[in-house]
């Protein structure tokens, strides 16, 4: 009877993590390729988060290039469940450290936001209407975020991008918990308000 109480054991296996898991054990022992599949795996992922924190193409690629070298060095220290929840926490570090590197020695503020080609390209048979609006949207966000702090940005797009929870965030960012709602709270408010001139854009 007891037995039929029981709750039931989630024995669902995560087959990326099983992944990660395997190659980080094998890229701790020396294995340089292990390490790359990692790579080959996450690069894309990464450059498009650090694009919507740094606004800027070559910025991104440095950022996650930087966040690699820095993952591959302290894979010793990976002690967590999800690679790549770590490896995420490092991009934003890395990404925030740029950025923070360019606002010190500005040359064009966000020269890149006109610059699409980080972006997938779209299929042959796209709208060309669709695609414009698409592309307008696209630069409208990417400047609403730009104009948020780094702190704020960070976490709306950890949390309304990349899904996040509040506790997952606050672990990434190293903040508390209720800073994490705050920063996303502000920036939304402030987001409504960069964004109210150009809602037209988002009305389907």
Do not use: C
């Amino acid at each position: 009877m007891e037995d039929e109480l029981a709750p039931a054991v989630d024995r669902t296996v995560d087959p990326h993590r099983e992944r990660d898991l395997r190659l980080v054990g094998r890229a701790r022992a020396g294995d340089l390729d292990a390490f790359n599949e990692l790579v080959v795996h996450y690069q894309d992922h990464l450059v498009g988060l650090a694009m919507r924190i740094t606004g800027d193409v070559e910025a991104a690629h440095d950022a996650v290039q930087e966040a690699f070298i820095r993952a591959y060095r302290n894979l010793p220290a990976f002690r967590g469940d999800s690679f790549r929840a770590w490896l995420v926490r490092i991009a934003v570090n890395t990404s925030t450290d740029v950025l923070r590197l360019r606002k010190r020695r500005p040359s064009e503020p966000y020269p890149e936001r006109e610059d699409e080609a980080w972006e997938p390209p779209a299929g042959a048979s796209a709208d060309p209407e669709a695609e414009a609006v698409r592309r307008a949207r696209s630069r409208v966000l990417s400047t609403a975020l730009g104009s948020l702090s780094d702190g704020q940005r960070a976490a709306i797009i950890l949390y309304d991008v990349e899904g996040y929870d509040y506790p997952e965030i606050a672990r990434i960012t190293g903040v508390s918990l209720g800073t994490v709602k705050s920063r996303i709270h502000r920036g939304r408010l402030a987001m409504r308000e960069l964004l109210a001139d150009s809602m037209e854009l988002f009305r389907e």
